[in-house]
């Protein structure tokens, strides 16, 4: 099963509204926002840290429509690398969207982009209207949301994008469940100290919980470590010794032939040992020849050039058959033994000939096109997954593209290719 398989098992959607909620501000009648309280707390504890201006990343979540009303949850805050410029600029990279989305596939599975973050330093004031331009961008989708913490409006605020600008949510929902995911990614990315600070709820024993279990398991490891390095000690140590002993076996091994050689007699030194060399009376060498089943054969190995194979097969009769092929490439070849007929000559479209063969390969599958397919140009400086990300905010498309377009490597466009790309 596969690790998104596992995860999608755990991390379910939920499937109705949660009855244990805290209101925040008044109640908005355009978008019913619900923030669980694990990503809340993530959120108003993001600091910029380490030479920072701002942190940003995306929200994630689900959906539904009740009524005509749209309700979304945020169930997931997944900060995005290398996006932050000095002077609180923010500038989106294909590689900070293939590695974010690359993580949310990992630990976020079943969840959507439904918005961005921007967390800056406390006391500055972020505008949305330093940002607009890259929410109508990169997050132009219906009731797609702007949060701001440390913004012009206070400590935090939410927009939303409207016909006649941006729209400030008048509050939001803060709902508690079991948000597996959401605790799994603030401790991989070591944020625990950072919502610890200022909060004495079931968050920080959660937290201090699961320090303390991974605090433990590296003990063992430890342990485990330390034990197996001082058994390859004691090993090594064997090792070494019973190579000494076996060495100065072998020194006294050779000093007792010595002495035995010393003291044998002089007629058994130079001619008694040869009896037992296996020589004759004459003085030579006695050479036994055992029989065996390997026979030389005088058959010539005639190669066919067209088809590299062996025409003189094992199944050939007693008189054999003659066969060849012409060394410029010609395709006529002579029968074999087992009674196959010459191969007719085709014409292919390089203009060459080429002898027919049963084992041909099929013909390749037609991709069929849809109707609704738009032709699109490549452009200078684009790639396929900046295409797929300004059209669709997404790269599951990749696949299906390179598919009807025959790309095998979905790297390797050129300015002034045409692709068929699909309907927004």
């Known amino acids: 099963m596969l690790w998104g398989e596992i995860m999608g098992e755990l991390y379910n959607p939920y499937p109705k509204l949660p009855k244990n909620i805290r209101q925040v501000g008044e109640r908005d009648q355009v ?10 707390t993530y959120l108003k504890r993001l600091y910029p840290a380490g030479g920072q201006d701002l942190r940003v990343g995306l929200l994630l979540g689900e959906i539904r429509t009740e009524e005509g009303i749209p309700f979304l949850f945020i169930d997931g805050a997944l900060e995005m690398e290398q996006v932050t410029r000095e002077g609180e600029k923010v500038e989106f990279t294909e590689e ?3 590695k974010a989305y690359q993580v949310m596939e990992q630990m976020f599975p079943h969840r ?5 973050f921007l967390c800056g330093a406390p006391g500055c004031a ?3 209207l330093d940002y607009w331009k890259q929410h109508g961008q990169y997050f132009s989708g219906k009731n797609q949301l702007m949060y701001l913490n440390s913004g012009l409006e206070g400590e935090e605020a939410i927009y939303t994008a409207s016909e006649d600008g941006f729209y400030k949510l008048r509050g939001y929902s803060i709902y508690y469940e079991r948000n597996q995911m959401m605790q799994d990614y603030m401790v991989s990315r070591k944020d625990a100290r950072r919502v610890e600070s200022g909060t004495r709820d079931m968050v920080i024993q959660d937290f201090r919980d699961r320090m303390e279990e991974r605090k433990q398991s590296v003990g063992h490891a430890r342990s485990a470590i330390g034990l197996l390095g001082g058994t390859c000690s004691v090993l090594a140590v064997l090792v070494l010794a019973g190579g000494l002993v076996m060495f100065g076996n072998y020194r006294k091994m050779k000093d007792m032939e010595a002495v035995i050689a010393s003291v044998m007699p002089s007629d058994v030194k130079t001619g008694g040992l040869r009896s037992f060399a296996g020589q004759d009376e004459d003085g030579d060498l006695e050479v036994e020849s055992v029989p065996g089943e390997v026979y030389p054969t005088l058959a010539d190995i005639v190669i066919d050039q067209g ?3 062996d025409v003189n097969a094992a199944g050939n009769d007693a008189a054999g058959m003659e066969a060849g092929a012409d060394v410029a490439g010609n395709t006529n070849a002579g029968t074999s033994a087992s ?3 010459n191969a007719s000559e085709t014409s292919t479209p390089h203009g060459g000939n080429a002898g027919a063969s049963a084992d041909a390969a099929p013909a390749a599958a037609v991709v069929q096109i849809p109707s609704d397919a738009v032709k699109y140009v ?3 400086g684009e790639t396929l997954y900046g295409i797929c990300i300004e059209r669709y905010h997404s790269m599951a498309q990749i696949p299906q593209i390179c598919a009807w377009n025959g790309l095998a490597d979905e790297n390797h466009i050129s300015v002034g290719q045409e692709l068929y790309l699909p309907a927004k």
């Open 96 to 98: 900070a969207w293939k």
């Open 31 to 40: 978008v019913k926002l619900y923030i669980e309280d694990y990503v809340n």
């Open 339 to 341: 009674g196959a007929q």
């Open 307 to 309: 088809t590299g194979t």
């Open 126 to 128: 972020l505008s949305p």
């Open 378 to 380: 490549v452009q200078e």
């Open 112 to 116: 959507s982009v439904q918005g961005w």
